[in-house]
């Protein structure tokens, strides 16, 4: 089952005096939180009023954060956002959707479970945890499926991974 909020970033700190927040984003890209109406806050709504990006933190100010004392409340919060807010293309997945699904090979060997990916410079990368940790490079040539119905990745591994 899928979650419904997804976990995308923490709030560091307050910035300024009239109540906006600097946020660590947990996405591929910090301007994915730009496209936001609204946020969620220990399962609260928030009405995103400004956001912006800056050296790869997401500042925001929302509706009712309209002083210090009430941004600092919210200081080591996790924000969080609905999925049904920004449904994805077919074919694209939230990655917090790919972590716990059966990680298979290519003759449908069980190779363990995607335990996380790793967000790199170079791109992702799959780290599988079976009978020993694989690590797997995020491209076309090693992921060869990916069926979130049957719950499984497939992989393609070379010598060596």
């Known amino acids: 089952m899928t979650k419904r909020y997804l976990e995308s970033g923490r709030i560091l700190n307050t910035h300024g005096l009239r109540g906006e927040v600097k946020?660590?984003?947990?996405?591929?890209e910090p301007e994915f939180l730009l496209d936001f109406?609204?946020?969620?806050?220990?399962?609260v709504c928030y009405r995103v009023l400004s956001s912006r990006?800056?050296?790869n933190f997401v500042y925001i100010k929302f509706d009712g954060v309209d002083d210090l004392d009430k941004a600092i409340a919210l200081k080591n919060k996790i924000v969080s956002i609905n999925r049904n807010d920004?449904?994805?293309?077919?074919?694209?997945?939230?990655?917090q959707d790919l972590?716990?699904?059966?990680?298979?090979g290519d003759a449908d060997e069980e190779l363990g479970t995607v335990s996380d990916i790793l967000t790199l410079p170079s791109g992702k990368v799959y780290v599988i945890k079976g009978a020993r940790e694989i690590l797997v490079p995020g491209v076309d040539e090693f992921v060869r499926e990916i069926n979130m119905d049957e719950g499984f990745m497939r992989f393609h591994l070379i010598e060596g991974m």
Do not use: M, T
């Open 37 to 43: 109406d609204r946020l969620y806050i220990d399962n």
């Open 23 to 28: 946020i660590d984003p947990w996405c591929d």
């Open 99 to 104: 972590i716990g699904l059966k990680a298979l």
């Open 86 to 95: 920004n449904p994805l293309p077919e074919g694209e997945y939230y990655l």
């Open 53 to 55: 990006v800056q050296k």
